[in-house]
């Protein structure tokens, strides 16, 4: 049986590691944080924010309510507060997507 690389996922990632994803300053997701109830990152005792994979799902349903689709603060919350499943729901169909047309493109470079 042939060793197969697994994925590693972590548990947590901070702050810095968070803001390079996203490709945004450390401010703005303290900033979110403040502003959205579903981003809760622990803390640990020097007080540093450490985020879950599903803090980081809750990111990405707000940026893209933000930056993608135009919403207002206001209206992000409110859109999140009626329908965070299916918000979640419709994020993650766009990521696998996003991800298919990445490998496509490779394939297609490597011909």
Known sequence: M???????????YTM??????FDVNTSLIRFYEK??????P???KKGNRLFTPEDLENLRVIFHLIRDKGYTLNGAKEHLKNNLGDT???????DSLE?????????????
Request: aromatic share 8%; glycine share 2%; charged share 40%.
């Open 2 to 12: 042939p060793y197969k690389e697994r994925e590693i996922n972590k548990l947590y």
């Open 16 to 21: 810095g590691e968070v803001a390079a994803m």
């Open 35 to 40: 502003e959205f109830d579903v981003l809760k």
């Open 99 to 111: 991800n298919l047309k990445k490998f496509l493109l490779e394939v297609r470079d490597a011909l």
């Open 88 to 94: 979640k729901d419709n994020q993650r169909v766009i």
């Open 42 to 44: 622990k803390k640990n």
